[in-house]
């Protein structure tokens, strides 16, 4: 992560590209990954603005500061670009004539050839503890909005600035968010009303790979977990993400800003560690990554903001060599410096040209719409009673871990071809299932069917309910082999689950 910006990054230039694509059909939501250069073996910006452009469905950047050489290599390609001021600029921007110059030195000479969208005043600014940068912050952000008003520019490029979470002095549980004191009105409250005078969005820096443990690393990872009660507001978290979200949003409404727009400016996971480290691997970057993407682009909200997509951006494009620290800052790309992935989370083009990953997708959960929890509405059996397993079927299940194969042919009338369903697999735990059922129907799925008097409530149990609810997942989520784990208690079938008047899908 580029915590700071400052004169120390002149030798390798602490560039970060945010690079969004729209990733579920019909939704609005994006993703986007910060795209870092503090490293010795990445490729020129010319060859990385032709892949993102060709190899890949990436159609924003963002750079941490205004390189010349990469605004110029992304002239022509439409990506949308952010560009960045670095903190040690901020003061001098308090000057209404000197913002007027960076503009002019910096976006003017590049707009409308590169598609500059964004300009961002910094990173995690207050964390700095820098008093003439933190004091100067909202009136540089106001002189430049003020420069690109006179350039009429405004309509199209944005200011902000991303802050880290250490802004909350409370976080948790997340109906406590609350800027911490000193900060929330003497520079929050008049950026809050700079950002929405403006139609400028809040952005945050959250990462719950540095505040997961041990016990907490499903509720990070968004898998399946116990979850953490609100006792507040009643309900429910099932990953950490929403939980850090609707602290910053709680904070927010507290000072009268609730309705200002959030996007997610840095998150990600890292593919390598020190051995001390939490969950540090390729698969459980993979899955961070792949649960955040449907997650956020899901339209299912937070528990505080349900509804909604998020714009998010995954740190990062590129593994960096030479970053300082612990290894997994080193280690934190989806690609390495010759654009190979390190694993898959759907960002290549079918016809892409980089290779294939040497780590695949994992298979042990879902890597896909992520636990955005709200209170259990999922239709489940009467309190206190324990559904009885479903008769045992006379078709024979295949063996645990199996892809069930055709069935023979019969008088029924075949699925189309290649049609397939998500089913438990024959011996899984009632309690299992039942947490399957809980953790679909959490996330905002269709679960009337399987609620009394619903198509497909009868046979009441918690077999037949799952069987439901895991395959409504399973395609919605795109069909993948990985969206119909449930912690190996599903399996993929060819043979229609449907019955009578309740329809699978």
């Given at each position: 992560?580029?915590?700071?910006?400052g004169?120390?990054?002149?030798?390798?230039?602490?560039?970060?590209?945010?690079?969004?694509?729209?990733?579920?059909?019909?939704?609005?939501?994006?993703?986007?990954?910060?795209?870092?250069?503090?490293?010795?073996?990445?490729?020129?910006?010319?060859?990385?603005?032709?892949?993102?452009?060709?190899?890949?469905?990436?159609?924003?950047?963002?750079?941490?500061?205004?390189?010349?050489?990469?605004?110029?290599?992304?002239?022509?390609?439409?990506?949308?670009?952010?560009?960045?001021?670095?903190?040690?600029?901020?003061?001098?921007?308090?000057?209404?004539?000197?913002?007027?110059?960076?503009?002019?030195?910096?976006v003017?000479?590049?707009?409308?050839?590169?598609?500059?969208?964004?300009?961002?005043?910094?990173?995690?600014?207050?964390?700095?503890?820098?008093?003439?940068?933190?004091?100067?912050?909202?009136?540089?952000?106001?002189?430049?909005?003020?420069?690109?008003?006179?350039?009429?520019?405004?309509?199209?490029?944005?200011?902000?600035?991303?802050?880290?979470?250490g802004?909350?002095?409370?976080?948790?549980?997340?109906?406590?968010?609350?800027?911490?004191?000193?900060?929330?009105?003497?520079v929050?409250?008049?950026?809050?009303?700079?950002?929405?005078?403006?139609?400028?969005?809040?952005?945050?820096?959250?990462?719950?790979?540095?505040?997961?443990?041990?016990?907490?690393?499903?509720?990070?990872?968004?898998r399946?977990?116990?979850?953490?009660?609100?006792?507040?507001?009643?309900?429910?978290?099932?990953?950490?993400?929403?939980?850090?979200?609707?602290?910053?949003?709680?904070?927010?409404?507290?000072?009268?800003?609730?309705?200002?727009?959030?996007?997610?400016?840095?998150?990600?996971?890292?593919?390598?560690?020190?051995?001390?480290?939490?969950g540090?691997d390729?698969?459980?970057?993979?899955?961070?990554?792949?649960?955040?993407?449907?997650?956020?682009?899901?339209?299912?909200?937070?528990?505080?903001?349900?509804?909604?997509?998020?714009?998010?951006?995954?740190?990062?494009?590129?593994?960096e060599?030479?970053?300082?620290?612990?290894?997994?800052?080193?280690?934190?790309?989806?690609?390495?410096?010759?654009?190979?992935?390190?694993?898959?989370?759907?960002?290549?083009?079918?016809?892409?040209?980089?290779?294939?990953?040497?780590?695949?997708?994992?298979?042990?959960?879902p890597?896909?719409?992520?636990?955005?929890?709200?209170?259990?509405s999922t239709?489940?059996?009467?309190?206190?009673?324990?559904?009885?397993?479903?008769?045992?079927?006379?078709?024979?299940?295949?063996?645990?871990?199996?892809?069930?194969?055709?069935?023979?042919?019969?008088?029924?009338?075949?699925?189309?071809e290649?049609?397939?369903?998500?089913?438990?697999?024959?011996?899984?735990?009632?309690?299992?299932?039942q947490?399957?059922?809980?953790?679909?129907?959490g996330?905002?799925?269709?679960?009337?069917?399987?609620?009394?008097?619903?198509?497909?409530?009868?046979?009441?149990?918690?077999?037949?309910?799952?069987?439901?609810?895991?395959?409504?997942?399973?395609?919605?989520?795109?069909?993948?082999?990985?969206?119909?784990?449930?912690?190996?208690?599903?399996?993929?079938?060819?043979?229609?689950?449907?019955?009578?008047?309740?329809?699978?899908?």
């Amino acid at each position: 992560m580029e915590k700071t910006i400052g004169a120390s990054a002149s030798v390798i230039t602490g560039l970060s590209f945010l690079l969004v694509f729209t990733l579920i059909k019909g939704v609005q939501g994006t993703i986007g990954v910060n795209y870092g250069t503090i490293a010795n073996d990445l490729p020129p910006p010319a060859q990385v603005a032709r892949f993102l452009l060709q190899d890949t469905v990436i159609s924003q950047v963002r750079l941490f500061d205004a390189n010349p050489d990469i605004l110029r290599a992304f002239a022509h390609t439409d990506i949308a670009i952010t560009v960045t001021v670095p903190n040690e600029q901020i003061p001098h921007l308090t000057k209404v004539t000197l913002a007027q110059q960076w503009v002019k030195a910096n976006v003017l000479p590049y707009t409308p050839s590169t598609n500059i969208v964004r300009i961002l005043v910094g990173n995690e600014v207050l964390s700095t503890a820098n008093r003439l940068i933190i004091g100067s912050l909202v009136p540089a952000m106001q002189n430049l909005h003020t420069a690109l008003v006179g350039m009429s520019l405004d309509s199209r490029i944005k200011v902000s600035t991303p802050h880290s979470l250490g802004i909350l002095s409370t976080s948790s549980p997340p109906s406590t968010g609350k800027f911490r004191q000193g900060y929330d009105t003497v520079v929050l409250k008049p950026l809050l009303s700079f950002l929405r005078a403006t139609n400028a969005p809040f952005m945050i820096n959250p990462y719950p790979f540095f505040g997961c443990s041990a016990g907490t690393l499903d509720y990070a990872l968004f898998r399946p977990n116990a979850g953490a009660f609100d006792e507040n507001t009643q309900l429910m978290y099932t990953n950490m993400l929403d939980g850090q979200l609707d602290a910053i949003f709680t904070a927010m409404k507290l000072l009268g800003y609730g309705d200002v727009d959030i996007v997610i400016a840095e998150t990600g996971w890292p593919s390598i560690g020190d051995s001390a480290q939490i969950g540090v691997d390729a698969n459980n970057a993979a899955q961070y990554n792949g649960n955040l993407m449907r997650h956020v682009t899901s339209g299912l909200g937070t528990p505080l903001m349900p509804n909604r997509t998020f714009e998010a951006y995954i740190f990062s494009l590129f593994n960096e060599n030479l970053k300082p620290g612990p290894t997994c800052e080193r280690n934190f790309g989806l690609f390495r410096p010759d654009m190979t992935p390190v694993y898959d989370i759907g960002i290549l083009r079918p016809t892409g040209s980089a290779s294939l990953p040497i780590n695949p997708a994992p298979v042990e959960a879902p890597v896909s719409t992520p636990l955005p929890p709200a209170p259990v509405s999922t239709p489940l059996p009467p309190k206190g009673k324990t559904p009885v397993e479903a008769p045992v079927s006379t078709t024979p299940l295949p063996p645990e871990g199996k892809t069930p194969v055709e069935a023979p042919a019969s008088t029924t009338p075949l699925p189309p071809e290649g049609k397939k369903w998500c089913v438990p697999k024959s011996g899984a735990k009632s309690e299992v299932l039942q947490n399957n059922i809980d953790y679909v129907c959490g996330l905002g799925f269709d679960c009337r069917p399987i609620q009394a008097g619903g198509a497909c409530f009868f046979p009441n149990t918690v077999q037949a309910h799952a069987a439901y609810a895991m395959n409504v997942y399973y395609q919605v989520t795109g069909l993948n082999v990985c969206d119909c784990d449930f912690r190996q208690t599903g399996a993929i079938t060819t043979i229609d689950p449907s019955n009578g008047s309740c329809k699978y899908g």
